[in-house]
């Protein structure tokens, strides 16, 4: 990427979005200034980088913010082309393929598994891990055509989609500490790509700790099921 030097990701590590960029930046050897934000609280950066939606992350590139992460992960493919391995497949009909099955896994998948976060009894949770785990079946039998018979989405290297979908595995890991049930006990692709996917060295840089994501998935809860603030007049 030109000027590395002029490369900012404002982010909240424990944020799946936030994995998404870093990996991304990782795989291409992108050097960048991170600026970490407070849960709760958006920075002034934040807001003047994205007032549109003013969630993280934002890439930040010679002066000009890029956001939402899979943009973002399309956009450092593109200006580091020929660096490092392609993101996206050159092949249209693959290329639009993970791009469509990414956004099964935001726009279908991540859904069910936001209910495990907010059960509000082990019961419930075990529950919506069980829908969840039953929302990865296309992406089970997704893997046999996309990978052509390699470790990853992307064949032999991290691509599009295992970015996407690799991007909430230490979420997963934390909803499997928390309820004791298995996401790919029944899923034998996953379960070796999800092997490969967190063996990888840049993935392992920027993965928080699961225990850090169990912590967090509490406090979360505790947000999301607490009553609504009483109105004024």
């Known amino acids: 990427m030109a000027a590395e030097r002029e490369v900012k990701l404002v982010g909240f590590s424990l944020s799946p979005f936030t994995i998404r960029a870093k990996i991304a930046l990782g795989l291409k050897g992108v050097e960048y200034e991170y600026f970490e934000e407070t849960f709760g609280n958006k920075s ?54 993970v791009r469509f099955w990414s956004h099964y896994v935001d726009d279908k998948w991540f859904p069910s ?19 969840a785990i039953a929302m990865l079946q296309p992406l089970e039998e997704a893997f046999e055509k996309q990978s052509k018979g390699k470790h990853f989405f992307g064949g032999e290297t991290i691509g599009f989609l ?16 928390i ?7 029944k899923l034998p692709n996953l379960s070796a790509w999800a092997e490969c996917f967190w063996a990888h060295d840049v993935v392992k840089a920027v993965t928080p700790e699961v225990d850090a994501i169990v912590d967090f998935a509490n406090i979360l809860r505790a947000r999301l099921n607490s009553p609504p603030p009483p109105t004024t007049n």
Not at 162 to 177: N, P, Q, R
Request: aromatic share 10%; with cysteine.
């Open 44 to 97: 002034e950066l934040l807001l003047k980088s994205n007032p549109v939606y003013k969630k993280i992350p934002v890439l930040i590139h010679n002066g000009k913010p890029i956001c939402e992460s899979m943009i973002i992960v399309q956009y450092i493919d593109d200006v580091c082309s020929g660096v490092g391995p392609s993101i996206v497949p050159s092949d249209p009909f693959d290329a639009a393929m």
């Open 113 to 131: 598994y936001l209910e495990v976060v907010k059960g509000e009894t082990r019961e419930a949770m075990i529950d919506a891990v069980r829908e």
């Open 162 to 177: 295992d970015i996407a979908f690799g991007s909430y595995l230490v979420w997963i890991k934390a909803a499997e500490k």
């Open 179 to 185: 309820t004791g049930l298995e996401f790919f006990d």
